[in-house]
DNA sequence: GCCGTTTTCGGCCCGACTGTTTTCAGTCG
């Protein structure tokens, strides 16, 4: 874990400590703000503090600067041992348990000695934990329900599992609503969510209330009321949430439920100082009501360009945006073609030919053929001759399809020792060579990578971070090394938002953007679903604030800086 | 604890829902 992270961390903890002990709100906050920034920062906090440049960090003041040198001078933190003292170990992790807050935790804790989740269950059956002030017996059977939840872990899905369901229940809901739309973090397209927002207009709010906690999806109706509703669904345990409001509010509503929170909040905040107040209801000046019904109306009032979603984390957009420099995003337009699609010769699904229709009906220029190398057996990966026949058909269904530049690539794997599965001979003849790991996970994987880059054939790393292949006891690798050495080498690196999870995730997006590493989306498609899985990867990259230049898919195919192109000469 | 085009004090986003209460506290997003 670097730094960043570490220090970030220390701060939440803090936090959940002085809030759990009943301190000043406003100061907790602090403490939650300076997490967050820290973890999403792009730069290294090291260094930002050997520069000086600490209290620069927006959210870090001179008393958090001074506690991120002490931890980076000493490792340790003297606010952090004084803010935890007296509370048990482990019993600000019930924190995580939804329902149960920091007050009730604290009641429990010195009225019934509750010190670990064995200790509040206990409290809980025995009707102790009812019998205290302003509980009750529902209280405390919505904090029992919590706990299944979180013994459950209801952790965070990956954006293209969370989208079909999505749909789902719009397509349900339809035909009693007016408009109705994804809000949250899934418009944001981060590459997981944790919930589901979906806001709706129509006229009878009531029916459409009714209709979505009835669903046959629906497992469990957490809360109902007139203009909003959450429920967990059967697919992953997932909470979709529901707000059905007018239509004049519409824009300030999508707006106000795609946050995220942290850019709302600096919204109000930039609307308190202009004597504005913003709500999901619209942009209110005293009682007038300024704006509200789209969204651009709401940035506007506020004297800032409309900002996609994908942008809104409050990473620097507003600034951005009040000085219109936000960057030209990626478009789906834009694309000129992919590079990561198997075939049926490893385990794709589909035969060239197809592939190559689907692509050139999708209005690509170009499409990548990436199958699997020989060692990986179980994949179908190629041996020479298979390789040989398949380039071989590849050439003909160039010759005989045109409008489409059919490319051979490889998805070559990086053997135990870092060397690659074919011999620099084959790897000459090939259009471009991707290379990854899928196999020897415990082995020094980032060594492994780093050694693969040093072949000048190489001009991908596909799952750069191998999520897709970890979840494997003592898989380990370092990002920030693969991607310092990524920038030194010329090497691109993939972003899979369907298959790597939070593998290249938007963070490492906008560092590898600072770093001026290219990157490729890699539908890594085994079937002609590719349109759908470059959606996905868009949606990340936006959040990164790709612009074209930083995509190899936006370059025409003669034009595409491939390592190998850009270090000949 | 941070922050400043009302800047060194006094603010800090705002509202819905629930449950316990009889006007509001806690939790959530």
Redesign the pocket.
């Known amino acids: 874990m670097n730094k960043n992270q570490e220090i970030a961390e220390i701060f939440e903890k ?1 936090a959940d400590a002085l809030e759990f002990k009943g301190e ?4 907790v ?3 939650r ?2 997490a967050r920034v820290l973890s999403e920062l792009p730069e290294d906090i090291e260094e930002l503090w050997k520069n000086g440049k600490l ?1 620069e ?11 991120i040198e002490e931890y980076l001078k000493t490792g340790k933190m003297k ?1 952090y041992e004084e803010a935890i003292s007296g509370i048990p170990d482990g019993l600000l992790e019930l ?1 995580n ?11 429990a804790y010195k009225k019934l000695n509750v010190k670990n989740l064995d200790d509040l269950k206990r409290v809980i059956e025995d009707g102790s934990l ?1 019998k205290l ?10 904090i029992k329900k ?1 706990i299944q939840l979180y013994e459950e872990g209801t952790s965070r899905i990956p954006l293209g599992i969370a989208l079909p369901i999505v749909e789902e229940i719009i397509n349900s809901l339809k035909n009693l609503t007016e408009k109705i739309a994804p809000a ?1 973090s899934l418009r944001r397209m981060k590459e997981t969510v ?2 589901i ?1 979906i806001l709706a207009t129509g006229k009878d709010h009531k029916k459409i ?1 009714e209709k979505f906690t009835s669903l046959p999806m629906v497992k469990d ?10 429920v967990i669904v059967k697919q992953h345990n997932l ?1 979709v ?1 529901l ?1 059905v409001i007018d239509k004049g509010c519409y824009g300030a509503a999508l707006q ?2 795609t ?1 995220s ?1 942290a850019h ?6 930039m ?11 619209g942009v ?1 000046k005293g009682d007038k009501k300024i704006a509200g019904e789209t969204e651009e109306e709401v940035y506007e009032v506020l004297g800032l360009k409309w900002i996609p979603p994908e942008l809104r984390e409050d990473r620097g957009e507003v600034e951005a945006a009040l000085k219109d420099e936000l960057p030209v995003l990626v478009k789906k337009e834009d694309i000129k073609g992919d590079f990561h699609v198997h075939s049926k010769y490893s385990d794709g699904v589909d035969d060239i030919r197809k592939i190559a229709e689907f692509a050139k009906k999708l209005g690509y220029h170009y499409i990548g053929i990436c199958d699997h190398s020989k060692t990986s057996k179980i994949a179908g990966g190629l041996d020479e001759d298979a390789l040989k026949r398949r380039n071989e058909e590849i050439d003909r269904i160039n010759e005989e399809i045109k409008g489409i530049k059919v490319l051979k690539g490889m998805e070559v794997d990086i053997l135990q020792d870092g060397s690659l599965d074919y011999p620099d001979k084959i790897l000459e003849e090939l259009d471009f060579v991707i290379a990854a790991i899928h196999q020897g996970f415990k082995k020094n994987v980032t060594e492994r990578i780093k050694k693969a880059m040093e072949n000048p054939f190489v001009d991908i790393i596909a799952h750069p971070t191998g999520r897709l292949l970890s979840g494997r006891e003592g898989y380990e690798v370092r990002i920030e090394e693969i991607m310092e050495y990524a920038a030194e080498m010329g090497v691109a690196l993939e972003i899979n938002a369907y298959f790597d999870r939070l593998d290249l995730n938007d963070i490492n997006v906008l560092k590898a953007k600072k770093m001026g590493i290219k990157l490729a989306i890699g539908t890594d498609a085994h079937n002609v679903g590719m349109l759908r899985y470059m959606d996905l990867g868009i949606g990340v990259a936006r959040r990164g604030w790709l612009e074209k230049e930083n995509l190899l898919n936006t370059y025409e195919w003669e034009d595409v800086p491939l390592r190998r192109r850009r270090t000949k000469k």
């Not at 002030?133 to 919505?142: A, D, I, L, P």
């Open positions: 803090i000043n709100l406003f100061r906050n602090a403490y703000k300076a209290e960090i927006p959210g870090i003041g001179k008393g958090m600067a001074e506690k606010k924190l348990i939804p329902n149960l807050g920091p007050k009730t935790l604290s009641l009812a002030s302003r509980m009750g017996e529902k209280k405390v059977e919505n919590g949250g944790g919930d927002d209330i109706v957490l809360a109902k009321g007139e203009t909003k509703a959450s909470q949430d707000r106000y439920f946050g929170k709302n909040i600096k919204l109000r905040g609307a308190k100082e202009k004597g504005l107040k913003i709500s999901e209801y209110f």
